[in-house]
């Protein structure tokens, strides 16, 4: 798996948009963007995935820059429950997924 | 998505004793892995449990300390030997679904919560 950076924490205001950052500049060209978070003592939920193309779903959208080196996960309006930790993850096909340390998002009211 | 349980949600264990955690599916699922999360750290993996053969470990970690098995495709167990202190963590059952036209998602369970005395 390509290894990602991200941010250690993000803050972000109540009903405002949050943008996390992910660097995973050595991505292979059939490695995936994966991206999922975990609210405190609970199991790791799925958000998101995409290759190249820009993703949308109900819980978030998903922007890969055209090099594909790096991508922003975007909560259009977060809420207090949006409060987790959040983990990019670069992932071929049948490959173990790697999580680094993710980003710890607090929502602020 | 699969909806994945977890027996027990969490323990209390004494130095020394061995647990089994089983995981259960609500559908058949081609991959079925093993993660622990020691307190405030991300996710390891631990194996991979193969229906119908060995695990697969990752560096680390020993089926003597860690057997795990799968008898089919909607059920594993992992068993935590001869524990001591350091082995309290979160211990977490996750699958894998082959989706049509997609690559596979990997969905978590709710975690097993060991502590050891």
Known sequence: DAKTTQPPSMDCAEGRAANLP?????????????????????????????????????????IITEDRKSSTLILPHATLRDTAVYYCIANNYGQNFVFGPGTRLSVLP | SAVISQKPSRDICQRGTSLTIQCQVDSQVTMMFWYRQQPGQSLTLIATANQGSE?????????????????????????????????SSIYLCSVATAQTGDRDEQFFGPGTRLTVL
């Open chain 1, 22 to 62: 992910c660097n995973h500049s050595t991505i292979s060209g059939n490695e995936y963007v994966y991206w999922y978070r975990q609210i405190h003592s609970q199991g790791p939920q799925y958000i998101i995935h995409g290759l190249k193309n820009n993703e949308t779903n109900e819980m978030a959208s998903l």
């Open chain 2, 55 to 87: 695990a697969t470990y990752e560096s680390g970690f020993v089926i003597d300390k860690f057997p795990i098995s799968r008898p089919n495709l909607t059920f594993s167990t992992l068993t935590v030997s001869n524990m001591s202190p350091e082995d």
